[in-house]
């Protein structure tokens, strides 16, 4: 599917160009607009990427593929990250996760089938002190119970 | 005790209630003074960086040449990924201007006219409150061309943010600074060193968030006053962030120096059902484990715990109470870090993997006690042989894990444990901690 930026989105990359010494550095923030505008990171987002920053299609795949947070296919409208690492394992991070799991039905970096829900099983989200927590696109949810995240799915359920 | 970075003062992250505190003073007296002497002050107080190594600050500093025709930078570290760490949000969150006025003065004391505070990308919320309090800064004329009349100087600075996008390594200096450069953060090899050739080649200095909203504090009240706050090798306070089996967690800024039990028995509230802590990881993930009846007299600061056998780290202290799997704790660090490597130097690509699989076997019940040296061996190997010290933060909780609890592992591989008992890191479930006490 073809791909070009919005006129907004196209303005705000030439602000974050603006920052940096050279075109290139922007990269990061187009591709989180990108993704913002198409829903993941095809490979006529990587081209639209790459000849708004005069660099090449291969920079932009090379940094796609580097960072977690940027999706090569389609995720859910609210993309669940659970935390799994010590310290939210050692306050019930893995029963959260196996509860979300359970519910939805799908596995690591998985999508219900209304496309609603994915999952991924995250790394330290800086929220120890707040363990276990869950963040549902940009958002923290901490300080977990399996009761308070049954609540949190359900009402997500519910804005649909 | 007085807080230097988060004190008790409602709403300190609005502007006006931080210049109504005293804020930007410190900057403005800062310009009155030339460059060299906010170098020398900053190193006279002993500040040591907060973002893992404990290395001087005012050092660091004096390492950027002064005569070049390069522009100079510098990048403040917020990639706060290691597991355990959650201190750096807080300042986000809570004094964001004293960040930004350290930031300010620290460009001003090694030349650099542009900073970028990398920002790991899960942390949306902290980016758009740290933008929030860099456009106000700009608006007051504290940052920007209007610096010129706020301070009456030549001296012109801007602050950006660069949002990263899930990648621990990118914490690591060099790595961050090709993910800046909008490169795969592949960390570079050292020397040159970043003050010589940094971001496009020109000097640069990199400092932690933490480190860097210290500064105002001791340009205002003087180095001596900081120098004598907390251990003499490693003065200042720290941002304690405890996290585990503890009743209270959270952040605690308490000066160094403070004991290690102290913090948790006395701070964070203690052990729930008062069990006793069979592990304690002082300065996150990275760091060697400590044995919890050797918690006696461990005094929180780099030199002592070097003398204690591990190291201050990020001050990310991980408790964990005697019912806990420590196999399946230390598959897991294992793992990240197996995932985090970014497969550059052969020892870390192949040697994380190995301690996980490693790991996870034992996990299974399916280890021996040869697999118990192989782990020693392999953390061995890549120990010392690798690019960045990604390659020692995966060797060192392995090694010193199964060799500080070789009673542990070895029942574990001698089927004397059973295992359905032993998997289960306890659980909410099962032991039901209280929640902790989020302060807002
Ligand atoms: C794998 C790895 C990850 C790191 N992550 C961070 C980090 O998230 N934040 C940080 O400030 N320093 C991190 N560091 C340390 C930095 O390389 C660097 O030493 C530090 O930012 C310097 O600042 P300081 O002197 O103020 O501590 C990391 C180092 C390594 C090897
Ligand atoms: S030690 Fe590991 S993370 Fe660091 S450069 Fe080598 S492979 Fe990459
Ligand atoms: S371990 Fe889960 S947020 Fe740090």
């Known amino acids: ?160 | 005790m007085e807080k230097i970075l988060l004190p008790d003062i409602e709403n300190l992250h609005l502007i006006d209630v931080y210049i109504s505190n005293g804020g930007y003073e410190a900057a403005k007296k800062a310009f009155t003074q030339t460059s060299d002497d906010i170098i020398d002050q900053v190193k006279k107080s002993g500040l040591r960086g907060r973002g893992g190594a404990a290395f001087s600050a005012g050092l660091k500093w004096s390492f950027m040449p002064k005569t070049t025709d390069k522009p100079k930078y510098l990048c403040v570290n917020g990639d706060e990924s290691e597991p355990g760490s959650f201190k750096d949000r807080q300042i986000f969150e809570i004094n964001p201007h004293q960040m930004i006025e350290g930031t300010i003065i620290t460009c001003y004391a090694i030349g650099a006219k542009t900073a970028y505070v990398y920002i790991r990308g899960e942390y949306h919320k902290w980016i758009r409150l740290l933008q929030k309090a860099i456009d106000d800064a700009y608006e007051k004329g504290f940052i920007g061309k209007k610096m010129k009349e706020t301070f009456n100087t030549d001296f012109q600075c801007d602050i950006y943010i660069h949002k990263g996008a899930g990648a621990y390594i990118c914490g690591e200096e060099s790595s961050l600074m090709n993910s800046l450069e909008g490169k795969r953060g592949y960390p570079r090899v050292k020397p040159p060193f970043p003050a010589q050739n940094g971001l496009w080649g020109c000097p640069t200095t990199i400092n932690n968030v933490e480190t860097i909203a210290n500064v105002p504090k001791i340009i205002e009240k003087g180095w001596e006053w900081f120098s004598k706050i907390g251990h003499p090798k490693h003065p200042g306070t720290l941002l304690f962030g405890v996290s585990g089996h503890v009743n209270k967690p959270g952040v605690y800024e308490l000066p160094t120096g403070t004991l290690l039990t102290d913090i948790i028995y006395k701070y964070a509230g203690g052990v729930p059902n008062d069990k006793k802590i069979l592990c304690v990881i002082p300065g996150g993930t990275s760091m060697p484990p400590l044995r919890g009846d050797k918690l006696e007299g461990v005094k929180m600061d780099a030199e002592s715990l070097k003398e204690a056998e591990s190291a201050i780290g990020t001050g990310g202290v991980i408790v964990m109470d005697e019912d806990t799997d420590l196999v399946k704790v230390l598959a897991r660090i294992a793992h990240f870090y197996h995932h985090e490597s970014c497969g550059q130097c052969t020892p870390c690509r192949e040697g994380t993997g190995w301690l996980e699989k490693i790991l996870k076997r034992i996990l299974a019940g399916n280890g021996s006690t040869s697999d118990l040296e192989l782990l020693i061996t392999v953390a061995n190997q890549i120990e010392g042989n690798t690019i960045c010290a990604l390659g020692e933060a995966a060797a060192w909780p392995v090694k010193y894990m199964v060799e500080r609890f070789r009673y542990y592992f070895e029942a574990r591989v001698n089927d004397e444990v059973s295992l359905p008992i032993a998997n289960k890191v306890h659980s909410m479930r099962e032991t039901s901690y209280p929640l902790a006490d989020v302060k807002k």
């Not at chain 1, 306050?91 to 991924?120: A, M």
């Not at chain 1, 929220?127 to 359900?154: F, H, Q, R």
């Open chain 1, 1 to 160: 599917m073809e791909f070009k930026f919005t006129e907004e989105n196209l303005t705000r990359i030439e602000q974050e160009v603006k920052k940096y010494p050279e075109r290139k550095p922007a990269v990061m923030a187009a591709l989180y607009l990108a993704q913002e505008q198409n829903g993941y990171i095809s490979n006529e987002v990587i081209k639209e990427v790459a000849d708004v920053l005069g660099i090449t299609a291969e920079d932009v795949l090379g940094v796609v593929t580097f960072y977690t947070m940027y999706h090569q296919k389609p995720m859910g409208k609210f993309h669940l990250q659970v935390c799994t690492n010590v310290s939210c394992m050692l306050r019930g991070g893995y029963e959260i996760w196996d509860q979300v799991k359970d519910k939805f039905g799908i596995e690591n970096l998985g999508i219900t089938e209304d496309q609603n829900f994915s999952l991924e099983e995250v790394e330290c989200m800086g929220s120890c002190g707040t363990a276990p927590m869950i963040a549902v696109n940009e958002d923290y949810y901490e300080n977990l119970t399996n009761e308070k995240v049954e609540e949190i799915l359900e009402s997500l359920k519910s804005t649909n």
